[in-house]
């Protein structure tokens, strides 16, 4: 285990209203860690952060919008005594053909899932270096492989391990830096999809996927709570089965 007891870790988890984020909510409170869940939709977050008992608290946040997460920062600072570990998990996966018609989709990708984690972090990088933080960037197997029609996902997800791997240099022994990629997992990240052709193929994949965000917790539980002195850097991980 970590050296620090999880009691006194204080975890934030972008992207905490559902799927993995949620998953990683339950998983590392049932350890004991203090929470702080951010999302935009404040009504999943809170009901979850009552469910998970008092060491947990539940702030709006969208992470296109920095002013909120410096808001975030200073309530997590205030209530919990500021965050261990950051948890960059907030993501869209907008995927279709490449063309104009996508291109609002193309921005808000970025904006979300690379602008995001990076704005996100900087705005936490003081309460992490105080005292041995750990940032967790939850990237994909679209970080190290790209196909048709997942071009600009591929991209935020291949730019997050570019910056996780830069980070990790810059940071370290101070703060660990970690990149989780997994592959498909069954949540509602392709019902955002919004060409229809695309849409129909995600579902009907989805479907059969094996894996759940439960399974993604526990590694994410587990990458954290090794000792200070080991960092599990990357952990790629797909369904046995996914090509
Ligand atoms: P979900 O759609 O269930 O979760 C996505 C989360 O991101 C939601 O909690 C959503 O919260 C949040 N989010 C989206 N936009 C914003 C925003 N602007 N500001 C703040 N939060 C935002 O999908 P997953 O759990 O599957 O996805 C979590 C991460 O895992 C993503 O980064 C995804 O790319 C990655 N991943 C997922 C895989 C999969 O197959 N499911 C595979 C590999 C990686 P809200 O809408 O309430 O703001």
């Not at 104009?100 to 270096?129: C, H, K, P, W, Y």
Request: proline residues 4%; hydrophobic residues 45%; without cysteine.
């Amino acid at each position: 285990m970590n050296t620090q007891s999880p009691h006194s870790r204080v975890v934030v988890i972008t992207g905490a209203s559902s799927g993995i984020g949620e998953a990683t909510a339950r998983a590392l409170a049932g350890e004991g860690y203090r929470l702080a869940l951010l999302a935009r939709r404040v009504d999943r977050i809170t009901a979850l952060a009552e469910e998970l008992g008092s060491d947990v608290i539940a702030i709006e946040a969208d992470v296109t919008d920095r002013d909120s997460l410096v808001a975030a920062a200073e309530r997590v600072q205030d209530e919990l005594g500021g965050a261990d570990v950051l948890i960059n998990n907030a993501g869209v996966m907008l995927l279709g053909p490449f063309s104009s018609q996508q291109r609002a989709e193309f921005r808000q990708m970025i904006e979300v899932n690379l602008l995001g984690a990076i704005t996100a972090s900087e705005v936490f990088l003081d309460q992490l270096r105080d005292g041995g933080g750990d940032l967790v960037n939850i990237s994909s197997v679209a970080g190290r492989t790209a196909r048709p029609g997942n071009g600009v996902y591929a991209a935020t997800k291949w730019g997050l391990n570019g910056w996780s791997e830069s980070l990790r240099q810059e940071l370290q022994p101070g703060v660990r830096v970690m990149v989780i990629e997994p592959g498909a997992v069954a949540t509602e990240l392709p019902t955002h999809i919004t060409d229809p052709e695309t849409k129909q193929g995600a579902a009907r994949l989805y479907a059969s996927v094996p894996v759940t965000a439960e399974d993604i917790a526990e590694v994410i539980a587990f990458a954290v709570g090794r000792p200070q002195h080991l960092t599990i850097n990357e952990i790629l991980l797909r369904p046995t089965g996914q090509a």
